[in-house]
Structure formats: structure tokens, C-alpha cells
């Protein structure tokens, strides 16, 4: 599987979201009732929007980007690490975009789920903050042979659509370690809003990416990189 990727021509990435506001009652009044209607056939058990709202970061009509983080093999073996964070969307969309400029327009994307969450996520997030879609991440008039974008979740459904599978779930039949031993999904709002821990938050970020690129090894056949392999860029 994978025997002809060429993982020197990979990029993995994770983001992190969460609502755009700390509190429902916060929203303008406008979005309060738009959460309202788009949330209506989610929530369960008589549960209201405003109850809902914690889940909010999952759209990106509602959510913010608050860190992205990526990993490239400098061979099959090391892996370097670098995250963008930041209070300021717009400011860590600007660097995550100058990155991918220094990339050539043919890099492989990759994530976990990320054809259905990290990839539209990013691309409808830099259009609300007025910024072009990098080539790397811009599908629009591309044949599915042309567009390189590497889902790993994708990858284990071998055409099975009603299959979901998380990366926890893989690294831990891979036998793939995983070293959360702090937060996990969650409780990346809660360690935002009322913490207001980014540091703790990249890290965790961080994580899932060397779990991604791990994944990927095993995909290919290959031993996974270990901890002593993974460099991490300021």
C-alpha cells in the first residue's frame, strides 16, 4: 500500500478549532438564530442551541482556526515538525499560506478525515478572512487525478463509505504510540477559552500529526519514526 509515495513529497498537517465566541449569548443575534436552524437536526434529547454551542468549532461557519500544524519528511525516517498559532486567525492563516508558497503546487496534503474536515475547513476559513486558496489546497476545476490530497481515514475505508475510523483507534492496532497524555478532542475549548493555553493546544496538535505521519510509514511498510527522529521548527 503506498509502495510508490514518495514521502519527501508529503505534507501532514492538523488544525485545531473552536467557537468563534466564548459564549452562545456573545454571537450577534443574527447568528444566534442561523446556529439555531443549522444545528436543528444535530442535537438530540430536547437539547438547545445554546446548549450546543460548545460544538460550534466544528463549522466553519461558526468555528476559528486557532493553530495548524504540519510535519514533512526530510527522509522516510525524520520528520520535521512547525505550527502556526495564534489569537489572530488571519495572522496564522498569512504564515501557513506563506509556507505552502515556498512549496512546489503539486505537494501532497495529508491528514486524518482530511478530505472531509481539515482541507475544507482551511480553504472556507481564508476566503472569510479574504485570502486566496493556496494551489496546494485549491480543488476547484481539477480532475480527481489532479488533486493531491492524501486522507489516511480514506485510505483505510478501501471504498467502504460507511466506515469511520479514528486515528486512536489506527495508531493503536498499528501499534503506533501515541503519547496523549493530556488532552484530547474535547477539551480544546475549554483549555482555549477558559485557559487560555495555546502552547498546550499546539502540542496536542503537534501530536496528531507525528500519529498521521507514523500512520503513514505503516501504510508504506515502513518502521514508524521514532521520537528521537522528530525536529521541531520555531
Not at 76 to 87: A, Q, V
Not at 88 to 116: R, V, W, Y
Not at 202 to 227: E, H, M, N, S, W
Request: with cysteine; proline share 4%; net charge negative.
Amino acid at each position: 500500500m503506498l509502495s510508490q509515495l514518495d514521502l519527501q513529497s508529503v505534507l501532514v498537517l492538523d488544525i485545531e478549532t473552536v467557537p468563534q465566541y466564548r459564549y452562545f449569548d456573545e454571537l450577534p443575534s443574527h447568528l444566534q438564530k442561523l446556529w439555531d436552524l443549522k444545528t436543528t437536526y444535530q442535537r438530540k434529547n430536547q437539547e438547545t442551541a445554546e446548549e450546543f454551542y460548545g460544538r460550534a468549532g466544528i463549522w466553519a461557519e461558526f468555528g476559528k482556526i486557532i493553530c495548524i500544524s504540519v510535519g514533512i519528511f526530510v527522509n522516510d525516517k525524520k520528520l520535521r515538525i512547525k505550527s502556526f498559532y495564534s489569537h489572530n486567525e488571519t495572522d496564522l492563516l498569512i504564515e501557513f499560506n506563506q509556507l505552502l508558497s515556498t512549496q512546489p503546487s503539486n505537494l501532497i496534503m495529508c491528514a486524518h478525515n482530511g478530505k472531509e474536515f481539515d482541507f475544507p475547513y482551511l480553504c472556507r476559513r481564508m476566503l472569510i478572512s479574504g485570502l486566496e486558496i493556496p494551489a496546494q489546497l485549491n480543488i476547484v476545476g481539477k480532475k480527481p487525478w489532479e488533486i493531491n490530497h492524501l486522507d489516511t481515514m480514506e485510505l483505510w475505508k478501501f471504498g467502504d463509505y460507511k466506515n469511520y475510523t479514528s486515528l486512536n483507534l489506527l495508531a493503536a492496532i498499528f501499534n503506533i504510540p501515541t503519547p496523549k497524555d493530556d488532552i484530547d478532542g474535547s477539551m480544546v475549548g475549554e483549555v482555549y477559552w477558559i485557559e487560555n493555553d495555546l502552547e498546550r493546544i499546539k502540542t496536542y496538535c503537534q501530536k496528531d500529526v507525528i500519529t498521521t505521519a507514523r500512520l503513514i510509514q505503516r501504510f508504506k511498510g515502513l518502521p514508524f519514526t521514532t521520537d528521537d527522529d522528530v525536529t521541531f521548527v520555531d
